[in-house]
């Protein structure tokens, strides 16, 4: 059969998302996909309905998860992560080859691939030195449709000022939808947009189970919004957003209990990440680290390729960054005490500049 190629045109070109699962590495200490280092508990299930398919809502996972965020459960669609969210979200404010994106970079990368994916345009207003907000340069750009602030950003790792994301939100109120990545408020709770979601139709938040929850491999995520928001992904969103195993742990995750332990583990994660940073800043091979709100920790060396090796040759597993500005960085996520240990027993030996 002759090759045709039939997919879109603007596909071509596309280079997939490179998730640190298809990155891949090999080690035995894996801190490149910010995901917690706490093992679940094992879990009965409920499998004598699975021979039906799963609650199109799922609605005790809304009320569940409307409880925890302080939102009516008119206002929470559950879905397949924080990255089915987004996507949607382009989907369905984005048409084809006509609208744009805007974002700050360096940031999430999936905000770009889903707007490639969408082929719609990608305005870039990178942050500032300081990794804040260029509130004016955003506010200067006309003619986009969906703006995506990651608070607290990764890789960054810092939160974004509230004056500036309600700057940015009262801008954009009628001209677009602005999209507050949340997916790691849970190390910094008071720091949640939530509250704007009342006075604001545009704003959409997006939160995740994949970080503070220690829910990666069971991905589920959330959009929280407001009735027309809301309408138009219901239209688009696949007919069983949740598998029913999916749907019950993430109840058991939302519980008192389950509520609680999070709590407890986000407690012991930051201050795993304080020790970590304030050790590895008094390391001769680090330049300057970034400080965190969120469960992995930024730094630059003046010789990343050096402590990349030497961290390699130890079976460390950490992240590179593709943007241009974060060249010489390595994104640490928190894991245990003893990896994290590790990390700055690799790295302890390395010289300065
Ligand atoms: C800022 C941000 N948003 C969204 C996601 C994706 O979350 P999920 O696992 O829920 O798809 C990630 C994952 O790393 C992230 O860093």
């Known amino acids: 059969m002759p090759k045709h190629d039939l997919a879109c045109p603007h596909l071509g070109e596309l280079t997939p998302y490179q998730s640190a699962r298809r990155i891949g590495g090999s080690g035995d200490v894996w801190l490149n996909a910010n995901e917690s280092p706490f093992p679940r508990d094992p879990m009965v299930m409920d499998v004598s309905e699975y021979h039906r398919y799963p609650d199109h809502g799922p609605a005790q996972v809304h009320t569940a998860y409307a409880r925890y965020a302080g939102v009516d459960p008119s206002r929470v669609l559950a879905l397949r992560g924080a990255d089915e969210a987004i996507d949607l979200l382009v989907r369905g404010y984005c048409r084809a080859g006509a609208d744009r994106i805007l974002l700050c970079g360096p940031t999430y990368g999936m905000y770009e691939l889903c707007a490639k994916v969408q082929d719609a345009g990608i305005v870039d207003v990178p942050l500032d030195a300081d990794d804040r907000l260029d509130v004016e340069a955003i506010c200067a750009v006309n003619n986009v449709r969906v703006v995506f602030l990651c608070h607290p950003n990764n890789p960054t790792g810092n ?114 990440r304080d020790s970590f940073a304030a050790a590895l800043d008094t390391l001769p091979c680090v330049a300057h680290v970034r400080p965190s709100a969120t469960n992995f920790v930024t730094a630059t060396f003046p010789r990343v390729e050096t402590a990349w090796a030497a961290l390699l040759a130890d079976g460390i597993v950490a992240r590179r960054m593709p943007h241009p500005r974060l060249a010489d960085a390595i994104r640490f996520t928190v894991g245990s005490a003893a990896d994290m240990q590790r990390v700055l027993k690799a790295l302890a030996p390395l010289p300065g500049d």
Do not use: W
């Open 159 to 272: 939160a974004l000022n509230h004056a500036d994301l309600e700057a940015v939100i009262a801008h954009f109120a009628g001209r677009a939808l602005v999209v507050v990545d949340e997916a790691y408020i849970e190390f910094c709770p008071e720091r949640t947009v939530v509250p704007l979601l009342e006075t604001h139709e545009h704003l959409v938040v997006v939160r995740t189970l994949s970080k503070a929850f220690g829910l990666a491999g069971v991905h589920v995520g959330f959009l929280l919004a407001g009735a027309d928001v809301m309408d138009t992904m219901r239209k688009i969103v696949a007919p069983y957003p949740l598998a029913d195993p999916c749907a019950q742990i993430a109840l058991h995750a939302l519980a008192d209990e389950g509520l609680a332990r999070m709590r407890r583990e986000v407690e012991l994660l930051a201050a795993e």
